[in-house]
């Protein structure tokens, strides 16, 4: 049981979604854009805690919402470490070079 | 009209989480990076500590806050010879900034307009934190999407080994020294 | 209603196949043939299965699902139904086609198990989007699919444009599916659930309309992105154009498709039944704007390409646009259209890119410039291609031209301005005959000059060297590309095609058509000349005998109608 209002938490994660969403459209770095990713993966994963607590669903119908959020939770991360080794991989093929700035993207 | 000391724990979280998120976002150094990112990730566990999902607050600390952001900063520390090094400008454009506002209206919005839910029952007094309701779901009525995570993670773990994974032969070489 | 274990035979063979491929790289058996072989098999015995199930073939015995488990709806987060067992079925020919023809590339890698086994695994993902019943087992088989692919785009390793294309595809990959799940998120506040069958009820709760409607939105820009639909493209052509050219042929042939298909089952039950009454509009227009712009803007930029592969790349996105039409329209006579285009679609792309790799070991340059006189000195590729681009321009007697007369009959007979999609579409594939004429005119009408053929097959390497600047539409971003074009020839022209290519015999000098083929067949490689061929003939006798595949599709889409509530 909570007594937060669902509003609020609606609105945290829409505040996040923007903002994630900003992120992704201005930065130019590797490490930045994923984090922004990762930032909107979050405001989806609060987004289904906050409808597990509150929703129109069957009596029992909000553990589904926290069984999405643990699965969530582990997709992120298993993305973030695929994306690392890529980066990796890039790394060690350039060398030297400051891949930081070789992969400076056009969105 | 009052509001309760939960509540208003998680407006101040809550508001903790968006300026940690924004920190990092637009901060220039991308090591301030990493460390609001782990920010953001620890206050979101308080979050759902507070919504009473303990399983997931530590869940969320103990992955995100612990494992992605470590995860982030190492790679930042292999990526960028000077870790410490300044990225370059920040090149924020009006029209990415009015869609990013535009789309947090719409959603700001829809949370105002959201319809009167009854909040979900009360977990039973012998499992007060409803987890062993939710390893019941998670691994008995929706086992179907952990499977399905279990396949992500193997084809996510043959790729990362296989990016990752030891390699010269005198192609590479060449290149390199290109 | 209990699934019994064995309908799930086309996924575990997937299954299987990616496990034994790994287990192979752990014991140390990399040749090609054995990998490779164990790979072809398992596919083939998989596509029988569905075959089967969909009654297509005779040979049951691999028949696994039963057929009142075709009709009984939902079980959990599953669901078997004639239009998913049909999708599987091209979906899998995909993935066979891509398996099959990579059995000619250079021999003996390190990279050879990886490469199976992820194929295994992105064709495990996108079998599972046709079982799907709830929008998050349909996310997260996406995602199964989307992980094998970002590295597969990845997998030689020695290219950085490769790596770099995977790193693009990567992050927009993530980011689509991040916004995907936040628009479940929104569908799963809305109603409470995530079955998919839910789609099709008006949320409950009074207002929850619009929470659905900004979900099914964001689920729309997700999945946009894995279908390139346009306004979220940009990623598609620089990830083919980087990709090396089977993996390219899987993108475009496999997982597109998966990503039509998991728009099919989200968007279509919704348009048809929910919002008739409210605000049904949004959606139609919605969807109806992005296949308009996507089919527009993918053939404008495809008329201003200048090398084959960006050309096809585009080409690519404006056929995605066809296949959206029949998503807007959301009848039966659209579905079944969409059917019928996928097919022609996996046999057009999947043969061309094919083509495109078969010329790439040659030692023919990327440009398009480069395929001149090609008809002369590979007679029966080229026919091939040039059948397989024919059906891309919607040519009758061709499947494409099939294909595309019945999304915009579709678009035709339902009422309402959908003529408008039609109208667009026509003029759109007398646009793409321009660009695809060019290459056909390329390489029939001009005569090659017989030094320069004999000198481009003799030294392949060199002739891929001396280009370097043979794409200048590529963006900044790949900023080291002329780099690049070194590390980019020493795996697409290994020693052992190089020494073939040195044979003292020149095939113009020969005037025997047999001895010609033979030779023609040598240099490609036997699979993947087989592969090219067989997806023009398979093309054309669809195309001029279409009517078992239309049976099909419409039986499929009719069933899919008739299970909605």
């Known amino acids: 049981m909570t007594t937060i209002p669902l509003v609020d938490l609606l609105s945290l994660s829409g505040a996040l979604f923007a903002l994630g969403l900003f992120g992704v459209l201005t930065r130019r770095n590797f490490i930045l854009i994923l984090i922004s990713v990762e930032v909107i993966m979050n405001a989806a994963i609060l987004n289904f805690v906050a409808f597990s607590l509150f929703s129109p669903g069957p009596a029992a119908g909000g553990i589904p919402g926290q069984s999405i959020a643990v699965i969530l939770i582990g997709l992120a991360a298993t993305e973030v470490a695929v994306g690392l080794a890529i980066v990796l991989a890039l790394n060690r093929l350039r060398g030297t070079l400051n891949v930081a700035e070789a992969i400076q993207l056009k969105l | 009209m009052s509001v309760d000391a939960a509540t208003l724990a998680f407006l101040l979280v809550g508001i903790a989480a968006f300026l940690a998120g924004a920190l990092a976002l637009l901060s220039r150094e991308i090591v301030h990076t990493v460390i609001y990112i782990g920010g953001f990730f620890a206050s979101l566990g308080v979050v759902y500590f507070l919504l009473s999902a303990p399983f997931l607050g530590l869940l969320q600390l103990a992955v995100y806050a612990g494992a992605v952001t470590i995860l982030l900063m190492f790679a930042v520390m292999v990526i960028k010879r000077r870790i410490f090094a300044r990225e370059a400008v920040l090149g924020i454009k009006a029209p990415t900034f009015i869609l990013a506002l535009l789309v947090g209206a719409v959603l700001l919005d829809l949370a105002q307009r959201v319809p009167a839910y009854a909040s979900a029952p009360a977990c039973p007094a012998s499992d007060p934190y409803c987890v062993s309701l939710l390893a019941q779901n998670l691994f008995l009525d929706n086992g179907g999407w952990l499977l399905l995570l279990g396949f992500v993670m193997l084809s996510a773990l043959a790729g990362a080994v296989h990016l990752a994974r030891e390699w010269r032969t005198p192609a590479v070489r060449k290149i390199r020294e290109d | ?565």
Not at chain 3, 271 to 295: N, P
């Open chain 3, 1 to 565: 209603m209990i699934v019994p274990i064995s309908a799930y035979l086309p996924e575990a063979l997937a299954l299987a196949g990616a496990l034994l491929t790994f287990l192979m790289d752990a014991a140390g058996v990399r040749q090609r043939s054995v990998v490779g072989g164990f790979s072809v098999l398992f596919y083939s015995l998989a596509l029988l299965s569905v075959l089967g199930d969909l009654s297509v073939v005779p040979f049951t015995l691999f028949a696994t699902v039963p057929s009142s488990l075709l009709s009984a709806g939902a079980v959990g987060p599953i669901q078997f139904t004639p239009l998913g067992l049909l999708w599987q079925a091209i979906l899998l020919s995909a993935a066979l086609l891509v398996a099959f023809a990579s059995l000619s590339e250079a021999e003996g890698d390190r990279e050879v198990p990886i490469f199976y086994g992820l194929l295994a695994l992105a064709t495990l993902g996108m079998l599972l989007v046709t079982l799907s019943a709830d929008l998050i087992f349909l996310l997260l088989s996406v995602e199964i699919t989307g992980i094998s692919t970002y590295v597969l785009v990845a997998y030689a390793r020695k290219d950085p444009r490769a790596l770099e294309a995977s790193m693009k595809f990567y992050l927009i990959g993530a980011l689509s599916t991040a916004i995907s799940f936040f628009g479940a998120s929104l569908i799963y506040g809305a109603y409470g659930s995530t079955a998919l069958a839910r789609l099709a009820d008006i949320p409950p709760g009074g207002n929850g309309t619009q929470m659905a409607l900004v979900g099914l939105g964001l689920l729309m820009v997700g999945l946009g992105f894995k279908v390139t639909a346009v306004p979220f493209h940009m990623w598609a052509v620089d990830v083919y154009d980087g990709a090396p050219d089977h993996v390219s042929a899987f993108l475009a042939a496999g997982s597109k498709k998966m990503g039509i298909f998991a728009m099919i089952v989200v968007f279509v039950a919704a348009e048809d039944v929910v919002y008739t009454a409210s605000s049904a509009w949004a959606l139609y227009v919605a969807l109806g704007g992005l296949a308009l712009v996507t089919m527009t803007v993918g053939n404008i930029l495809a008329l201003q390409q200048r090398t084959m592969k960006r050309m096809l790349a585009y080409s690519s996105i404006s056929q995605a646009g066809y296949l959206l039409i029949g998503l807007a329209v959301a009848s039966p006579a659209g579905l079944a259209g969409a059917t019928i285009q996928a097919v022609a679609h996996v046999l057009m792309k999947g043969g061309a890119f094919l083509f495109v790799a078969a010329m790439a070991t040659l030692g023919i340059g990327s440009r398009i410039e480069d395929y001149r006189g090609l008809g002369h000195s590979h007679p029966v590729t080229t026919a091939s291609f040039a059948v397989l681009l024919l059906s891309l321009a919607g040519i009758p007697l061709t499947l494409g031209f099939v294909g595309k007369f019945y999304l915009f009959a579709s678009a035709v007979e339902k009422p309402g301005l959908f003529v408008v999609l039609a109208i667009a579409g026509l003029l759109n594939s007398a646009a793409s005959v321009f660009y695809y004429a060019r290459v056909l005119r390329i390489m029939y009408m001009v005569e090659p000059p017989a030094e320069a053929t004999s000198e481009r097959r003799w030294t392949p390497a060199v002739a891929h060297l001396a280009d370097p600047g043979n794409d200048p539409s590529a963006p900044p971003s790949s900023a080291p590309s002329a780099a690049v074009a070194v590390g980019e020839s020493t795996p697409r022209a290994p020693a052992k095609e190089a020494a073939r290519s040195l044979d003292p015999i020149t095939p113009l000098s020969r005037s025997n058509l047999g001895m010609r083929l033979r030779d023609e067949v040598r240099t490609i490689g036997i699979a993947r000349w087989t592969a090219i061929v067989l997806c023009a003939a398979l093309t054309i006798i669809l195309g001029i005998y279409p009517t078992p595949l239309i049976d099909l599709a419409n039986h499929a889409a009719n069933s899919f109608f008739s299970g909605l509530p």
